[in-house]
């Protein structure tokens, strides 16, 4: 009987022991899912000189979801080796005060590239006596009725112009209509010369300013000049020099 304890226990340790010794299995783990790589943006490449792509905006609403982001990008008028047509309506300001000169035109724009244009422009302009040339016209002739002695004073009107000219675009940007529309608009820089006929004959004018251009659309502009000009008129006592500045308004369409 004792005997048969013994083996009994001994029996029991054995398979403890076997069991303790056994290898333990381990639990493997799937691995964890590689998280998507964040999209890479090379702004070299992707950045114009007015904003972004779409990544960028993809990026710029994930930064802050709640604020729209309207980039803007390229330009949407190509003028390269484009032609543009246009009319325009303006005043001359200065030069002499018993005149008031108005005038229409045309111009003519070659596009070499966004930013240099050479052109043509014509000018006919119509005059009439301002308030104080009507007063010293009405009194000079007065007196001259009633035998006095009067001056009349000398005008020499101008009747028509044509010039050349060569434009310079170093700015431009688009403008946001209440988010309806994306304009763009460009300042530019103007300089040339030519000739301008007055009432004594012709002569020779140079002209410099600056004008401002907005594409309403691929084709159509609204423009604004504003020009100093100057040339050499004929009166009775001799040549003088005319200083004026004109300021026109227009639209062209690109061809």
Do not use: C
């Not at 000189?49 to 309207?70: C, F, I, Q, V, Y």
């Not at 001259?144 to 009107?157: A, C, H, M, Y």
């Amino acid at each position: 009987m004792k005997t048969l304890k013994v083996l009994t226990l001994s029996t029991l340790l054995l398979a403890s022991l076997s069991v303790a010794a056994a290898p333990k299995t381990t639990k493997k783990t799937a691995p964890a899912p590689q998280q998507q790589q964040a999209k890479q943006i090379d702004f070299n490449k992707d950045v114009d000189g007015l904003g972004g792509n779409d990544a960028l905006m993809e990026m710029s609403e994930r930064l802050n979801p709640e604020t729209k982001s309207r980039i803007v990008q390229d330009r949407i008028v190509d003028r390269h080796n484009r032609l543009e047509v246009g009319i325009n309506y303006g005043g001359v300001m200065g030069g002499t005060t018993y005149v008031q000169t108005q005038n229409i035109g045309a111009t003519l724009d070659f596009h070499l590239t966004p930013r240099w244009s050479i052109g043509a422009r014509y000018y006919s302009y119509q005059n009439q006596e301002t308030p104080e040339g009507k007063r010293i016209y009405d009194e000079a002739l007065a007196n001259k009725n009633n035998g006095l002695s009067s001056t009349i004073v000398d005008i020499d009107r101008p009747q028509n112009a044509t010039m050349g000219t060569i434009n310079w675009y170093p700015v431009y940007g688009k403008i946001n209509f209440f988010d309806k529309a994306i304009a763009q608009f460009d300042f530019y820089l103007l300089a040339g010369g030519g000739q301008i006929v007055l009432e004594s004959g012709p002569t020779g004018i140079a002209t410099a300013g600056l004008g401002f251009g907005l594409w309403m659309t691929k084709h159509v502009s609204a423009r604004a000049e504003i020009r100093y000009q100057a040339y050499k008129d004929q009166i009775v006592t001799g040549s003088r020099d005319i200083n004026s500045a004109a300021a026109t308004i227009g639209l062209g369409w690109i061809l």
